[in-house]
């Protein structure tokens, strides 16, 4: 009980409610996202159907040159934010061994909490494991971009197959390029949640407030952007 109570105190309570909010805000939002993907198309769910399209449309062709080409643009965005990371979490841990300076020069900005030096080590510790995770989810994706590159450079003669077979192979290969997109995406949400973590450096309040306000941001970008309306009409 001691142990537990200490551990209570240790931060105060608004701390733990914005902590709370933003594990709960995330894990919640990434369910119903998937869950409403069902209901109400996403960004994500519709061009999960062009990749569809076009891997049917790949086999179809003789060359699939642009094809393969067009994999490798793909997978350079997980490549740039995988190695982005890198540099932010080297950052972080080069921050953690001065935090009571940095922690200082923090104490002297408008409307920052002062905190002490364990609770500021603490928020940086989440921020560093949040890169850590978005880090590997792009690693991830890159892996995965690498087996759709297998997949086209697998794909029998156009003359050579049957229009089942067609089929098949289309959707095995928009599968896997809609698990690297996912995977991608999940790595993409981790960087915007990120900024809602800094918010924690001026207080808990804040930190709920940007919690928030990413969440909003992620839903209006996913469900009810105009990107999605011309995605969306173009399959119809």
């Known amino acids: 009980m001691d142990v537990l109570f200490k551990l209570l105190t240790f931060l105060p309570w608004p701390d733990w409610l914005a902590m709370a909010l933003f594990f709960g805000g995330w894990v919640t939002y990434a369910r ?30 003789e060359n699939r040159i642009v094809d393969s080409a067009i994999v490798q643009n793909l997978s350079a965005s997980p490549q740039f934010f995988a190695s982005t990371s890198i540099l932010v979490i080297g950052g972080l841990l080069a921050v953690l061994g001065t935090t009571e300076k940095t922690a200082e020069l923090l104490r002297d900005l408008p409307l920052a909490a002062r905190t002490s030096v364990l609770v500021f080590d603490l928020k940086l510790v989440l921020l560093t494991a949040i890169f850590v995770y978005s880090f590997f989810r792009f690693t991830w994706s890159l892996r995965q971009y690498t087996f759709c590159a297998i997949l086209v450079g697998a794909m029998p003669e156009a003359a050579r197959i049957e229009e089942s077979s067609r089929q098949a192979f289309a959707d095995r290969a928009g599968r896997v390029m809609g698990l690297a997109a996912e995977t991608f995406n999940d790595g993409l949400r981790g960087y915007y949640l990120a900024f809602a973590v800094v918010a924690w450096f001026f207080s808990a309040w804040a930190f709920m407030i940007a919690t928030l306000a990413v969440l909003w941001v992620l839903y209006q970008r996913e469900f009810r952007s105009e990107v999605l309306v011309a995605l969306r009409d173009g399959l119809q």
């Open 32 to 61: 119903l996202a998937k869950q409403r993907a069902d209901v109400q198309p996403s960004v994500l769910a519709t061009t999960n159907r062009w990749r569809w399209h076009w891997m049917l449309q790949a086999t179809r062709r």
